[in-house]
């Protein structure tokens, strides 16, 4: 199983502050196909799990353009600038380039 | 709008079963592959299993492969998540989740039920 490693787990945060979240995969994540098969979420306090970023880059509808992802083969990140109060709780990558699907263990985003 | 909406969590023995449903709307149930993901308490996701459009083609990981069955009537735009063999590590909260094809992959959930909860235990 591909195992997804993210980093840091706690992130404290100011608000309106840059942060930064890592996921790297024991393997990579291109696909036969050429794509790469790298998503974001974030799970709200009490909430279901909401999509962020898709295949890497591509912000989901609704996204706000504070959310950015990128990266390539076993290496991505997550960026979020202007941190506002919604933005906080946790955040998971999930890869879907190989059986069976896995998640990371999640960044959570607090207040400083 | 998008609707997903699970129903038959509750409290079950060890080695016992359990069917959970979820029911679809807002959007062409049948024309999208349809997912469970579930939460142990306190803990991240996990990848419960995944079922293409017609049902056709179902995908699990080791953990629950041969206890549980994914399926679905598209008739009835709803999704359905069979548990034998219930273990007490089957506890957590088990979401539906919708996998759109039109964001370029058929397995990324783009939406998500509230969840159901399950807890095994005698």
């Known amino acids: 199983d591909v195992l997804m490693t993210q980093t840091p787990v706690s992130l404290p945060v100011s608000l309106g502050g840059q942060v930064s979240i890592s996921c790297r995969s024991s393997?990579?994540?291109?696909?036969?196909?050429?794509?790469?098969?790298l998503h974001w979420y974030l799970q709200k306090p009490g909430q279901s799990p909401q999509l962020l970023i898709y295949?890497?880059?591509n912000r989901f509808s609704g996204v706000p353009d504070r959310f950015s992802g990128s990266g390539s083969g076993t290496d991505f990140t997550l960026k979020i600038s202007r941190v506002e109060p919604e933005d906080l709780g946790v955040y998971y990558c999930?890869?879907?380039?190989?059986?069976?699907?896995?998640f990371g263990s999640g960044t959570k985003l607090e207040i400083k | 709008e998008v609707q997903l909406v699970e129903s038959g969590g509750g409290l079950v023995q060890p080695g016992r079963s359990l069917k959970l449903s979820c029911a679809a709307s807002?959007?062409?149930?049948?024309?999208?592959?349809m997912a469970w993901v579930r939460q142990a308490p306190k803990k991240g996701l996990e990848w419960v299993a995944t079922?293409?459009?017609?049902?056709?083609?179902?995908y699990y990981p080791d953990s629950v492969k041969g206890r549980f069955t994914i399926s679905r009537d598209n008739a009835k735009s709803s999704l359905y998540l069979q548990m034998n063999s219930l273990k007490s590590e089957d506890t957590a909260t088990y979401y539906c989740?919708?996998?759109?094809?039109?964001?370029?992959?058929?397995?990324?959930?783009?939406?998500w039920g509230q969840g159901a909860s399950v807890t095994v235990s005698s």
């Open positions: 989740a919708s996998s759109n094809w039109e964001l370029g992959d058929y397995y990324v959930m783009d939406a």
């Open positions: 807002g959007f062409t149930f049948s024309n999208y592959y």
């Open positions: 079922i293409s459009t017609s049902g056709s083609r179902t």
């Open positions: 393997q990579s994540l291109v696909h036969s196909d050429g794509n790469t098969y």
């Open positions: 295949r890497v880059s």
């Open positions: 999930l890869q879907s380039t190989h059986f069976p699907l896995t």
